[in-house]
């Protein structure tokens, strides 16, 4: 049933379009001491060396790897003071950036950076790899990211990095501080990803489950623009509040392996709870996966050879991805405008355990959503409720009236039951289910 859009667009009160954050330090603000070092630190320095030079560096200093080498860390680096930087050394790209392997005992070690302590405000990671060299393994439960930013700080700068590959959950994060006080962070131009082992590759290898996020993202006043997401298992994006920030033209893609969704806005620890007050999300670009090869012509419809999935495109509120309304702790005052969604996907934007949140103007191009909902999901053998019920099928936009209030939704949202929508398992891969990308030729 369509909703009626004037309902939809009943005045609702949200904070105005927040300015792209303006406290953000400029690059050379950073690099003070560049014109006084010379050359780069070489990879026959151990994590121990390394940290000697962030330690005696002081503020300001620039630890500058060498390009195209490869430094094995049986422990994290820890940035020791204000403004320091990790970066290779003439700022270059692609496979000429030097590379940060997270060694060790992986059960223990899963951290290449540290930045998100006190007194760390400003610190900088610029054109470096960082691999979590998970490789087959297992993911280990309770742990950080390869990148650990944010925390009690501000004005910090991730740009021009690659980290993937992460033993814990997330290849990047960005986190809010124990006392809720990260601002003005900038996180720009990164590949984020591959990430975990979806429910495919899991099922035929369990050792290797285990989702992960490419970007975990808290901080506040921050901006986020123009990365790159490839193969993320459990969100490209996921934000945990982020109050007065931007997340803007960045582009999340899956292609080998299924996600639970392209940007999902979790559970907020801002206060009060659920807090994204001023949060702007716009511009992005959320590609599913198409078909590898060619299948029913006529419509352009194909199979895909990974069984590769986007779940939900965009999911707002927790309802989206848990299996019972257990709290009613509803997000709320974020906007999320103008996204483009393109290929496969279950469910284009869910809304559930949300109030006072715009979503207008999303569009998608070349778009199909399909899936099977099991009786119970494979991977924690769950039932979805009590009585085995199931949420709505697929649909490219969903909210559900139960969990939500005073939304400003566009008008083509269909109300119908929008919870643990992850619960949903993509078609064989034979069937005739993915949409031909653009240009394809059968």
């Known amino acids: 049933m369509l909703i009626n859009a004037a309902l939809l667009l009943a005045p609702l009160t949200l904070a105005a379009p927040a300015p792209v954050p303006d ?4 690059h050379d603000h950073f690099v003070p001491l560049a014109s006084r070092q010379i050359g780069c630190v070489s990879n026959a320095s151990n994590a121990d060396a390394l940290q000697q030079l962030l330690i005696r560096g002081g503020s300001g200093y620039v630890l500058r790897l060498c390009p195209g080498q490869v430094y ?3 422990k994290p680096l820890l940035f020791n003071n204000t403004r320091q930087e990790i970066s290779t050394a003439g700022y270059p790209t692609g496979a000429a950036r030097a590379t940060l392997v997270v060694g060790g005992d992986p059960a223990v070690n899963v951290n290449a950076i540290r930045g998100n302590r006190k007194g760390m405000d400003g610190c900088a ?4 790899q960082c691999d979590g060299n998970r490789r087959d393994g297992r993911r280990v439960p309770r742990t950080a990211g390869i990148i650990e930013m944010g925390g009690p ?3 910090q700068v991730v740009e021009h990095v690659h ?8 290849c990047l994060h960005t986190s809010e501080g124990p006392d809720l006080n990260c601002r003005g962070m900038r996180v720009a131009h990164n590949q984020l990803g591959p990430a ?14 285990g989702w992960s996020d490419g970007l975990s993202h808290a901080c506040s006043n921050s901006l986020v623009e123009n990365n790159y997401i490839v193969d993320a298992t459990d969100g490209g994006i996921v934000v945990f509040g982020a109050p007065g920030g931007v997340i803007r033209n960045n582009t999340i893609v899956n292609v080998e392996r299924q996600a639970l969704g392209g940007i999902v806005f979790a559970q907020s620890p801002w206060r009060p709870r659920g807090n994204y007050q001023g949060l702007q999300v716009y511009q ?3 590609v599913g996966p198409f078909a590898t090869s060619c299948g029913d012509n006529a419509k352009r419809v194909g199979p895909n050879k990974y069984r590769a999935l986007t779940k939900v495109g965009i999911a707002v509120g927790s309802g989206v991805t848990q299996s019972a309304l257990q709290e009613d702790i509803k997000v709320f005052g974020m906007s999320i405008y103008d996204n483009v969604l393109t290929g496969g996907f279950s469910y284009g934007i869910a809304v559930s355990l949300a109030r006072d949140v715009s979503v207008h103007g999303n569009r998608f191009e070349n778009a199909k959503f399909f899936g099977t909902q099991p009786k119970r999901c494979f991977w924690n053998s769950t039932t979805i ?4 019920q199931h949420p709505h099928g697929p649909l490219p936009l969903i909210y559900y009236a139960g969990s939500t209030h005073n939304l400003r939704l566009q008008s083509d949202f269909q109300q119908a039951e929008a919870w643990y929508l992850i619960c949903i398992n993509a078609p064989e891969s034979n069937a005739n289910a993915w949409p031909y990308a653009e240009g394809m030729k059968c």
């Open 284 to 286: 992005n670009r959320i």
């Open 125 to 128: 990671i610029r054109h470096v």
């Open 163 to 170: 980290s993937f590959d992460p033993r814990g959950w997330t």
């Open 385 to 388: 409720d009590g009585d085995g």
């Open 23 to 26: 406290a953000l330090p400029e």
């Open 72 to 74: 094995t860390l049986d």
């Open 153 to 155: 700080t501000s004005g």
């Open 196 to 209: 975990g082992f979806d429910d495919i590759m899991a099922a035929a290898r369990p050792e290797m489950a």
